[in-house]
């Protein structure tokens, strides 16, 4: 197998922890399509009720560069406001890589804010070479995803209290 590489971003938000947590990882198969659906046509479990080892599916709007992805939740620590998932299944990616994993946490910060931090690994497949360009588009989507999300949460700031 390729050589793992791993990636660590964090931005800062204006919504509380729990809010931020609330919103993207327990319920983000309702509210992401909402919010994003022009990119975002669903997002079901399709093992499991969203604790540890459930498995959801991502599908995507016609024209995206991706039809869907999997991911299988593996430590979901709700006091903590920390999430770890893997990337299991996609139409396309896997013809490259063995799996990205993903650490999400949530931390206060400020007055009412926090912090996010996402650590990505991503191990490819044998003779494979991830890109950095493959990697920063990634992390550029994420960000954007969470940025989508937290502006609801200050529009809307009795949703997931």
Avoid: W
Avoid at 130 to 150: F, P, S, T
């Amino acid at each position: 197998m390729g050589e793992p590489k791993s990636i660590t971003q964090s931005f800062v938000a204006q919504v509380t922890p729990a809010r931020m947590f609330k919103a993207l990882i327990l319920d983000s198969h309702n509210i992401c399509p909402k919010l994003m659906f022009s990119s975002i046509k669903s997002i079901e479990y399709i093992e499991g009720d969203g604790e540890v080892g459930s498995i959801k599916q991502i599908n995507f709007t016609e024209g995206s560069s991706i039809g869907y992805m999997k991911h299988r939740i593996d430590t979901l620590d709700k006091e903590n406001y920390m999430c770890k998932y893997t990337f299991i299944d996609s139409d396309i990616l896997m013809d490259r890589l063995e799996y990205i994993t993903y650490e999400v946490k949530f931390e206060g910060h400020g007055h009412g804010g926090c912090v996010c931090k996402i650590t990505s690994e991503f191990k490819p497949k044998e003779g494979v070479e991830i890109k950095d360009i493959d990697i920063e588009l990634g992390k550029d989507r994420a960000i954007g995803m969470y940025e989508v999300v937290e502006a609801y949460l200050i529009a809307h700031h009795h949703d997931y209290t």
